[in-house]
């Protein structure tokens, strides 16, 4: 069931009134390090307003969007991850395994990924 903004545990990172590793913030994104990392690098980015999922999303969000994408690959090059390769995923919904009713990408890298995922 999706939280909501107040009971969710991204906005309270983004807020910084719960701890996390935080490896990159501006005035709109978020990235920290995964508590359960499913790769050497995983980072996860987050958009400071709650937005439950993807599916949320609307023109409006175009910026933002783009610099989610940006700073992926800027996190990418600093972890050394660049020219190896790297994921970028987000889920929508439960069966997609969303866990968190909190719009984020998971930064992936530093291991070899399979396809199909899942």
Known sequence: MPEQASDCPFC????RTIPAYIVHESDRVVGFRDLRPQAPTHILLIPKDHI???AEVTEKHDALLAEIVQTAA???RAEGIDESGW???TNVGPDAGQSVWHLHFHLLGGRTMG???G
């Open 12 to 15: 309270k990172i983004a807020a």
């Open 52 to 54: 439950a999922s993807a």
């Open 74 to 76: 800027h996190l990418a």
């Open 87 to 89: 994921r970028l995923v």
């Open 115 to 117: 396809w199909p995922p």
